[in-house]
């Protein structure tokens, strides 16, 4: 180890890789303190509360002078904006840059959503999202956070990648976001420093191999793949593109870059001919250690298409009926809904993405999909908290607008001291957005913010 906690192996390939003088500015940068950056949920605010500076590759992205306490500002809660460091939001140049066509996505290894919350909002209302995460505690973690973003176009399922094997050809685009060594995390990390060996890359890549393997066949023919780790090493980046395309058919996609960004490209020569990754250095971006890579299917490759089946079948969800769906969207004020029935809870989800929310279902273990509503109990809604922080209208409710030390209480569970005109269920807002429910009884005022999620000990 050196004195900063280097393993001394680390050190000599990332000279190889660097030459020595780079290495040094790498090194240094690893001693500085990790760049606050943020991106912003169009849906939900336009400009960014805080100062700062525009990360040049996202359109949402923004570099902040200094870190705000997140944890104390309901804004945070609200869902108008995600923590993410900024190389990773790189996603955002490629969507855009490639006009990748939006339609059904998926988010193999999701948790805890930064990217998930990234392609739901390119994907709008016009595409479906399926985040996956296999790992139980994550997956919670990825549901809250596209719970707070709002837009509804997600199903969350926890699986393995095998477990994908019937929706080959199915996705427009599969993301892998590989769980890697993470060699890029070392600055903000310093666990990740401390777990670093050469047998440890092996055994990323082997994991990373495996998965590459059960899902290189799901993209369809002319969708994208796109591979990232948070890694610098071949073993788990180039190698990798040359294993998937000894595997499948791939061709290769270059990305335009700004010279001024400073990213690098490097060229991966594979027996199908040349693709290209692009590496993101600590020292050069302001942003932490990523590889990418975009790969595109031929337009000849398998394409499964969803199949409508005549009954839906599913142990837990319950399918709604379409003349109650049309009501209850003349109701809601929504548009184009499909409902589901879940433990006597709605779930409001795309209609235009039903056949496909069947093919998916199969097999998979889901989550959560579009977003819950809440129970009906004669005519009155008892409106959930995904509802509240959810895009969709909230008609016929009143709302209160909060202070921030109000807004705080409501988001600690605190006891509540509004003043409110009316009495049932109240919105509150904070800035205009939505924070959540609270029940005016007239002589107490319930606070229905969920349990799990709220601010302790701050
Ligand atoms: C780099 S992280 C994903 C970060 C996420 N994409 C984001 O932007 O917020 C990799 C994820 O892969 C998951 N993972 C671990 N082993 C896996 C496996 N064998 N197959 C798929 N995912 C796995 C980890 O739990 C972790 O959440």
């Given at each position: 180890m050196s004195e900063a906690g280097i393993h001394l192996e680390f050190q000599k390939r990332?000279?190889?890789?660097?030459?020595?003088v780079d290495y040094e500015d790498f090194e240094l940068s690893l001693q500085k303190e990790s760049p606050t950056t943020?991106?912003?949920?169009?849906?939900?605010?336009?400009?960014?509360?805080?100062?700062?500076?525009?990360?040049?590759?996202?359109?949402?992205g923004f570099s902040l002078e200094k870190r705000p306490a997140f944890t104390l500002d309901p804004l945070f809660h609200a869902g108008a904006y995600y923590v993410q460091e900024a190389s990773s939001m790189f996603i955002s140049e490629v969507l855009r840059q490639l006009e990748i066509p939006k339609g059904i996505f998926l988010d193999l290894a999701a948790a805890p959503g930064g990217k998930s919350t990234l392609l739901s909002t390119y994907l709008a209302q016009e595409g479906l999202l399926v985040a996956n995460e296999v790992i139980q505690s994550r997956n919670q973690i990825l549901k809250e956070n596209l719970i707070k973003w709002g837009l509804g176009n997600s199903i969350v399922t926890q699986n393995d990648p095998a477990h994908f094997q019937e929706l080959e050809g199915f996705f427009d685009l599969?993301?892998?976001?590989?769980?890697?060594?993470?060699?890029?995390?070392?600055?903000?990390?310093?666990?990740a420093r401390k777990e670093w060996s050469p047998d440890h890359v092996r055994l990323c890549a082997g994991r990373q191999?495996?998965?590459?393997?059960?899902?290189?066949?799901?993209?369809?023919?002319g969708g994208y793949l796109i591979y990232s780790t948070c890694t610098f090493n071949e073993q788990e980046n180039e190698e990798m593109i040359r294993f998937l395309t000894s595997e499948f058919a791939y061709e290769p996609v270059r990305i335009k870059l700004n010279p001024e960004w400073q990213i690098e490209e490097s060229e991966v020569q594979t027996e199908e001919g040349t693709f290209f990754g692009y590496r993101f250095y600590p020292?050069?971006?302001?942003?932490?250690?990523?590889?990418?890579?975009?790969?595109?299917?031929?337009?000849?490759?398998?394409?499964?298409?969803?199949?409508?089946?005549?009954?839906?079948?599913?142990?837990?969800?319950?399918?709604?009926?379409?003349?109650?769906?049309?009501?209850?969207?003349?109701e809601l004020g929504f548009e184009n809904s499909q409902y589901y029935l879940l433990n006597d809870s709605y779930f409001r989800f795309p209609e235009m993405w039903k056949t496909h929310l069947e093919q998916v279902i199969h097999g998979l273990n889901i989550r959560y999909l579009?977003?819950?509503?809440?129970k009906k109990q004669k005519n009155e809604w008892i409106p959930s908290h995904d509802w509240a922080v959810s895009i969709l209208p909230k008609n016929g409710f009143s709302t209160k607008e909060v202070s921030l030390e109000e807004a705080l209480d409501f988001l600690r569970k605190n006891e509540q001291e509004?003043?409110?005109?009316?009495?049932?269920?109240?919105?509150?807002?904070?800035?205009?957005?939505?924070?959540?429910?609270?029940?005016?009884?007239?002589?107490?005022?319930?606070?229905?913010?969920?349990?799990?999620?709220?601010i302790r000990n701050l």
């Open positions: 990332m000279i190889h890789q660097l030459g020595t943020v991106r912003l949920n169009p849906f939900k605010i336009q400009s960014c509360p805080f100062e700062g500076n525009p990360i040049p590759w996202s359109e949402f599969v993301l892998i976001d590989a769980p890697c060594s993470g060699e890029g995390m070392f600055r903000k990390d310093p666990e191999q495996r998965i590459l393997d059960q899902a290189g066949g799901l993209v369809k023919g020292h050069r971006v302001e942003g932490e250690g990523f590889f990418i890579s975009v790969l595109k299917r031929p337009n000849d490759a398998y394409i499964l298409e969803p199949r409508k089946k005549k009954d839906f079948k599913h142990q837990f969800l319950k399918l709604v009926d379409e003349k109650t769906c049309k009501a209850l969207d003349e579009g977003t819950e509503i809440g509004l003043i409110l005109e009316e009495t049932g269920w109240v919105l509150l807002t904070y800035q205009n957005l939505p924070i959540g429910w609270v029940k005016n009884l007239g002589n107490r005022i319930n606070n229905y913010y969920p349990k799990e999620w709220r």
